[in-house]
């Protein structure tokens, strides 16, 4: 069984940035696509990326295109998204999975905990 172990939300002011980490335990990503998606207030839950864990294929929702960028260590298991010129319309909690090479939820077969990101104008 996978477990997904996020961290790294925050406050951070209109313009800045943050780094999240998804750590998985108990497996490897190495089968599988690591995603990012996004939960804001009263809204559904969204996908903003996701990345082939081997080969590395990558895909960004447009929103977050030349601001975000998904990466990922082998060597700790961890994925990251970091995230520059953050907008208020980015507050959100942030989800990582573990799954298919999707952009919808119902792929991915593991999730972390959530980790909320709010952004100040």
């Known amino acids: 069984q996978m477990q997904l172990v996020e961290s790294g939300g925050g406050l951070v002011q209109a313009g800045g940035s943050l780094r999240l980490s998804c750590t998985a335990v108990?497996?490897?990503?190495?089968?599988?696509?690591m995603g990012w998606f996004r939960q804001a207030p009263g809204k559904e839950r969204e996908f903003v990326a996701v990345?082939?864990?081997?080969?590395?294929?990558?895909y960004y929702e447009d929103f977050v295109k030349g601001r975000f960028t998904i990466s990922r260590d082998n060597a700790k298991n961890t994925g990251y998204l970091q995230m520059n010129s953050l907008k208020p319309e980015d507050t959100a909690v942030y989800y990582c999975?573990?799954?298919?090479?999707?952009?919808?939820?119902?792929?991915?077969?593991?999730w972390g905990q959530g980790t909320q990101v709010t952004v100040s104008a």
């Open positions: 999975a573990a799954g298919g090479y999707s952009t919808h939820a119902y792929d991915y077969d593991y």
């Open positions: 108990g497996q490897t990503f190495s089968q599988y696509a």
């Open positions: 990345m082939r864990w081997s080969g590395g294929l990558i």
